[in-house]
């Protein structure tokens, strides 16, 4: 008796969301509807989504329509966050699409009389022998899709996609170059009214007090909504709104709030506040080696602002118990879950729908003034309400991507040869995202007459890629190690998740210390990492990138004054996507990235062109953050709440960026969204030294930065 060989697991995204009909749907007019649950935040999932689905369907990708995820049609994924959007989506759509055209070639098979196996697909008509045919169309009324998907039908192998591993147009770029509505901030609504929210610039302030005369004066006012320290305003306009907030603004006083640290002692302060203390891996030598000496040293990040190039936005509509939102978030299940605690509302009272954002990556207010706009939308019942966070309530009260202290001490025995590594992190959690806590995380809850406690940034759990200690694991070969965590118990200033989360830290720290080792030896910095790394994978994408960027040791190239080169490697989450960059830096008046070459191995690249698109995203945010920003801060407030306090890199200074991807069609996809962040900003900071041989071990590197350094170094 021969044994049926047992199907394979379904992908985690299928095995939560079965049902076929829930991914995809046939519509009359000859689309095939893709519904996932991950949404669109300019990584390009759309077009790769939908390639996958074509190449599994036999479909011409132009038939392929992809819906925005909501809460009323839409698989639960979660949040789109952690570069796993084709990861996980990917593999839940070519599964369910796989098993959809085999149900779909049984039903032609059992309407035309023939085998399936004689059948073939093109452009979604299936045909066999004596042009007998049929199609998805014709055959989508006499099939239900309301069925659990089984693994029963392999997806194609690598050599069968004709989609797959090449380079399409962006589906969501002609609206964006050609200024139709596609983003929120576009969108309106039948009888939109607008609304606005008054905050304190103090920390944690109190309303005690409340004048709204003034703003009783302007035309087009509706409401003027008022629950405890949430204070908002309904208008006709959205001019009226911005009037009547400037009104509520000089007749409000509050308390004092509470203090802030010092912005210049931050690195030292992260140390010495109460903390969770968590062992995050200990790793011990099978034959220890003595220690000779040891090298210690202290790495520091700002907190860093998401600065979204739009100022978070949000709709809502209140109709008796039933409410409709239209956000940006990156999980609208999630912020559903946070609402109905907010509101004591059942879940399903709420349907949130997706719109994209401009600018969007990680926890920004995107979640925060949906909540707003519910509040406000609750005072005018059955009529929708717009909310528009301004620059300065984006830049002070959206959450900060958390400040990190690092410590390392590396062990060296009488070779100067690494036998023991020690790394130590101190920093906020990097995640209070909602729908994942007991109480609603969003900010406006915390406000109400009857307030939620304000959460404590937590950190996802190390099988979900970790948080603060994201990255700290050292990828290279070192006999032993002792990775801890110290995660603040307190939190002056609001964080969650910002691009990366601790990966940009921890990468910059061990980098960093990687390259002063190489220097005391007098090794090259690429030779000493290829000396310390064993995965193929990993030495492929050092090697490349050396190779692409033509790489040689100081000892073999001329010197240029002001010019450096500097090496940086990481696999993300050390499981996810494998990068290393060599950037080339010059060092004048300022501090000028020319040329970042990168090295990246995502696995199979669904669309090459889009692998490319992030990397070089990446690359360019990671060089701003490294360069220029810093969220900056007195005792009482957020200061830097405009660009002009908050500088990003500008179109003039944005290096060029040159990217290898080495093609593994055969390796499932992983992410390439937040890759290049932690190997370029160290590769950027190991460039500076070999510029000028300053090493500079704090964030962002700065010419008022590396003139102290400079200064105390000579």
Known sequence: M???????????????????????????????????????????????????????????????????????????????????SVQHSGRAVRFACAEIRQ????????????????????????????????????????????????????????????????????????????????????????????????????SQATLVELNEERARKVEGLIAIVRDGNFLGVVCETESAAEAAVAALRKGARWSPGEALPSEDELAEWLKRQPAETVVISDKKAASPSTVARTIKRQYHRPY????????????????????????????????????????????????????????????????????????????????PVRVQWSRADEMSHAPFGAAMTIEIEAGLDANDEIVDWRHTIWGNGHTARPGRADIPTLLAASELATPFPRAISADPPAAGGGGADRNSIPLYDVPSWHVELHRLTTMPVRT???????????????????DELAFERGEDPVAFRLRHLSDPRSRDVVQAAARRANWKPAKERTKEDGVGHGIGFSRYKNTGAYCAVVAEVEVGEDI???????????????????????????????????????????????????????????????????????????????????????????????????????????????RDRLITAMELAS
């Open 304 to 383: 860093i602002a998401h600065g979204s190039i739009a100022p978070s936005c949000a709709m809502a509509r209140w109709d008796g118990d039933k409410v409709q939102v239209w956000t940006h978030s990156q999980g609208v299940y999630l912020l559903r879950s946070d609402l109905s605690m907010v509101f004591k509302l059942p879940r399903e009272n709420f349907i949130v729908e997706h719109m994209e954002g401009a600018g969007c990556y990680g926890h920004n207010g995107a979640d925060d003034v949906a909540l707003d706009a519910v509040l406000l939308a609750r005072a005018v019942e059955g009529r």
């Open 496 to 514: 969650s998740a910002l691009r990366t989360l601790g990966a940009q830290g921890n990468a910059f720290a061990i980098e960093s210390l990687l």
């Open 103 to 202: 149900i779909f070639l049984d039903a032609a098979a059992e309407r035309l009389g023939v085998s399936p196996d004689v059948l073939t697909i093109n452009d979604g008509a299936i045909t066999g022998p004596g042009n007998v045919s049929t199609s998805y169309w014709e055959l989508a009324g006499d099939i239900s899709l309301d069925r659990d998907a089984t693994a029963g039908a392999p997806p194609k192998s690598s050599m069968q996609r004709t989609l797959a591993g090449h380079s399409v147009q962006r589906l969501d770029i002609p609206d964006k170059v050609f200024g139709r509505p596609r983003f929120i901030h576009d969108a309106t609504l039948p009888g939109l009214l607008h609304g606005r929210v008054l905050r304190s610039e103090l």
């Open 592 to 702: 000028r990235v020319r040329k970042l070459t990168l090295a990246v191995d995502v696995g199979e690249a669904v669309n090459p062109d889009g692998v490319i698109n992030q990397i070089e995203g990446g690359a360019i945010q990671a060089t701003s953050w490294v360069l220029k920003e810093r969220v900056r801060f007195d005792t009482t407030r957020i200061t830097s709440n405009s660009w002009t306090e908050y500088p990003i890199l500008l179109f003039s200074e944005v290096p060029d960026v040159d990217v290898e991807i080495i093609s593994r069609p055969e390796i499932d996809s992983v992410g390439a969204g937040e890759a290049a962040h932690g190997p370029v900003t160290a590769a950027i900071a190991n460039a500076v030294f070999d510029a000028l041989g300053v090493r500079l071990r704090e964030l962002p590197i700065t």
């Open 2 to 84: 021969t044994t049926k060989p047992a199907s394979p697991p379904l992908p985690p995204s299928l095995a939560a969301n079965p049902k076929l009909s829930s991914w995809i749907n046939f519509a009359a007019d000859g689309q095939v509807i893709v519904s996932p649950g991950k949404v669109e935040i300019g990584q390009g999932i759309v077009t790769a989504l939908a390639q996958i689905a074509a190449d599994e369907l036999d479909v011409d990708l132009a038939r392929v329509k992809m819906v925005r995820a909501s809460t009323f049609a839409s698989p639960n994924e979660g949040v789109t966050s952690g570069s796993l």
